[in-house]
């Protein structure tokens, strides 16, 4: 069988993709049903198959079990002390929805294998704060020492805020980022230098100072290193922070109503979540399952809920009850 291919993400703009990974203890998910729940070992794999995680669980920074970090020195399961063979990953893609991803997204989807259920596509809700923390924790892993480093921030922010154009193009023919006197709005590259209108200038420098902040005594821009004073009154002379409507004076509030407005106001983006299950299906194929040493409890003719829900409720409940019973790191 040929290797499942990567999945290739060149047809969307810079950072509008995020991937997560995720280990899930398979042994963890199987014991939980055959031992707590006493369900037979082939139906075990089969709730297994139909399981859909939640996007908190494949996203979110709390890892609970089955779920856990999986070190190269620690290959075994923290909650039942299982073998690597025993683990799956799950790879989640997590597009920000809009005009720039929906055509790439849509053509990604459709050439997906589908024959198993290899992927699944969630969707979500994100609020633009979220999404905008989420670009602003890859700004801050760009290195700020690189001479390069204010170009490419610069550089990030204009594709998250214009991405149908070809940044990289433009980016390839210049060699200075100037504000312009001339344009009201938008940009302009003349003579190899990049021209910003004002206020896209200004939104340009308030995103220096925001991501370098994080890594240094003060915000490193355009203007200079700044604290967040001279940030303010630097976008407060220029007309700047009349312009979009911030009228506040403390300095921390007007922050604030700066990242808001710079993460695209109140309002959410769709999220579109994209499950590679390829590991855990091949993973779950190879697990050995063992019966329940009971024979299951005859279950009583509860309401009647359909399968897939079913099997996602038991799975989440199984969890609980393992996860309630069996502390982290305990040995078998
Ligand atoms: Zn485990």
Redesign the pocket.
Known sequence: MPKPHALDFEAFPHNTVTTYQRTL????VA?AFTKLLGIPAKKTVQEMKGYTPAIEELTGSALV??Y?TSAEDKPH??????SSR??AVITTHSIEGGKATDAPRRKLIADLPTSQNQFLVLEGKSTHDEAFFTWLEKMARLDSEDEQWIRDVTKAFLERKMPREDWDQVFANIYMIRRSARLAEGWEVDARRLFLAPPLYWETVAIQYIVSRSHHGGGQTFEGRLTLQDLVNRLRHSGYLRYIGIATHNPGDVFEALMHHLAGGDGGVKMHYLVDRRDFLSKLKELKISEPKKAAPKKAPAKKVPAKKAAKKAVKKAVKKAVKKTPARKKK
Do not use: M, N, T
């Open positions: 203890c398979l042994a963890c014991d079990r089955p856990f399961c923290p909650y039942c002390d299982s025993k683990h």
